[in-house]
């Protein structure tokens, strides 16, 4: 299952998790060393709870480039243009 590191708060890790973005709080132990905001796991749940996570490298890259792509078209002003 995918699930984005929201944030942290102390010892805690915000998930969203799943294509409905449910709230889930991990302890930081079980997440991979250089994990941040932002960033896409892969997790795997037991019992409704996060058992392991590693990174999902290609999904954060993806997600990454939409964001990029949304900043560039919200700078060029496209989307103040009306359709003609």
Do not use: C, Y
């Not at 984005?4 to 930081?28: P, Q, T």
Request: hydrophobic share 35%.
């Amino acid at each position: 299952m995918k699930a984005v590191i929201d944030r942290f708060e102390g010892d805690m890790a915000v998930l969203l998790v799943g294509d409905n973005e449910e709230r889930m709080e991990v302890s930081r132990e079980i997440l991979p060393k250089k994990s941040k905001e932002g960033l896409w796991l892969k997790i795997n749940l037991q019992d409704g709870k996060v058992i392991s996570a590693e990174i999902d490298s290609e999904e954060t890259e993806h997600a990454k480039q939409r964001i990029a792509e949304k900043l560039a078209r919200l700078r060029s002003g496209d989307h103040l243009k009306k359709n003609e």
